[in-house]
Nanobody, 124 residues
């Protein structure tokens, strides 16, 4: 199974993008879901995650107030809505799923299935 992240592109500062993540025929079910990003020369950074058990969500400080994680069970798709994008949001964005658990983490090792990444470039 391969997660497919899409929706990246080139936007100007202040604009919005919505990233999608899906795997044909793969129901996310009660998996833990996470969105991460990695900028050139930097470590992978957790942005948002959601527990499939208690539906709790977490947001990194860099994402709070600007990014929203959501899930459409009917479409087996998860989304990351991003608003007010800044140049320092430029990175490759990844979705990932992990084992069913209460709560969620930003530890990449807690996630087992990763998408191939989609590039977001914020530049004027």
């Amino acid at each position: 199974v391969q997660l497919q992240a899409s929706g990246g592109g080139l936007v100007q500062p202040g604009e919005s993008l919505t990233l999608s993540c899906a795997a044909p025929g793969y129901p996310f079910g009660r998996d833990t879901i996470g969105w991460f990003r990695q900028a050139p020369g930097k470590e992978r950074e957790g942005l948002s995650c959601m527990s499939g058990v208690d539906r709790s969500r977490r947001y990194a400080d860099s994402a709070k107030g600007r990014f929203t994680l959501s899930k459409d069970n009917a479409k087996n798709t998860v989304f990351l809505q991003m608003t007010n994008l800044r140049p320092d949001d430029t990175a490759v964005y990844y979705c990932a799923t992990g084992k069913t658990r209460f709560g969620c983490t930003f530890v990449p090792g807690d996630y087992e299935l990763w998408g191939q990444g989609t590039l977001v470039t914020v530049s004027s």
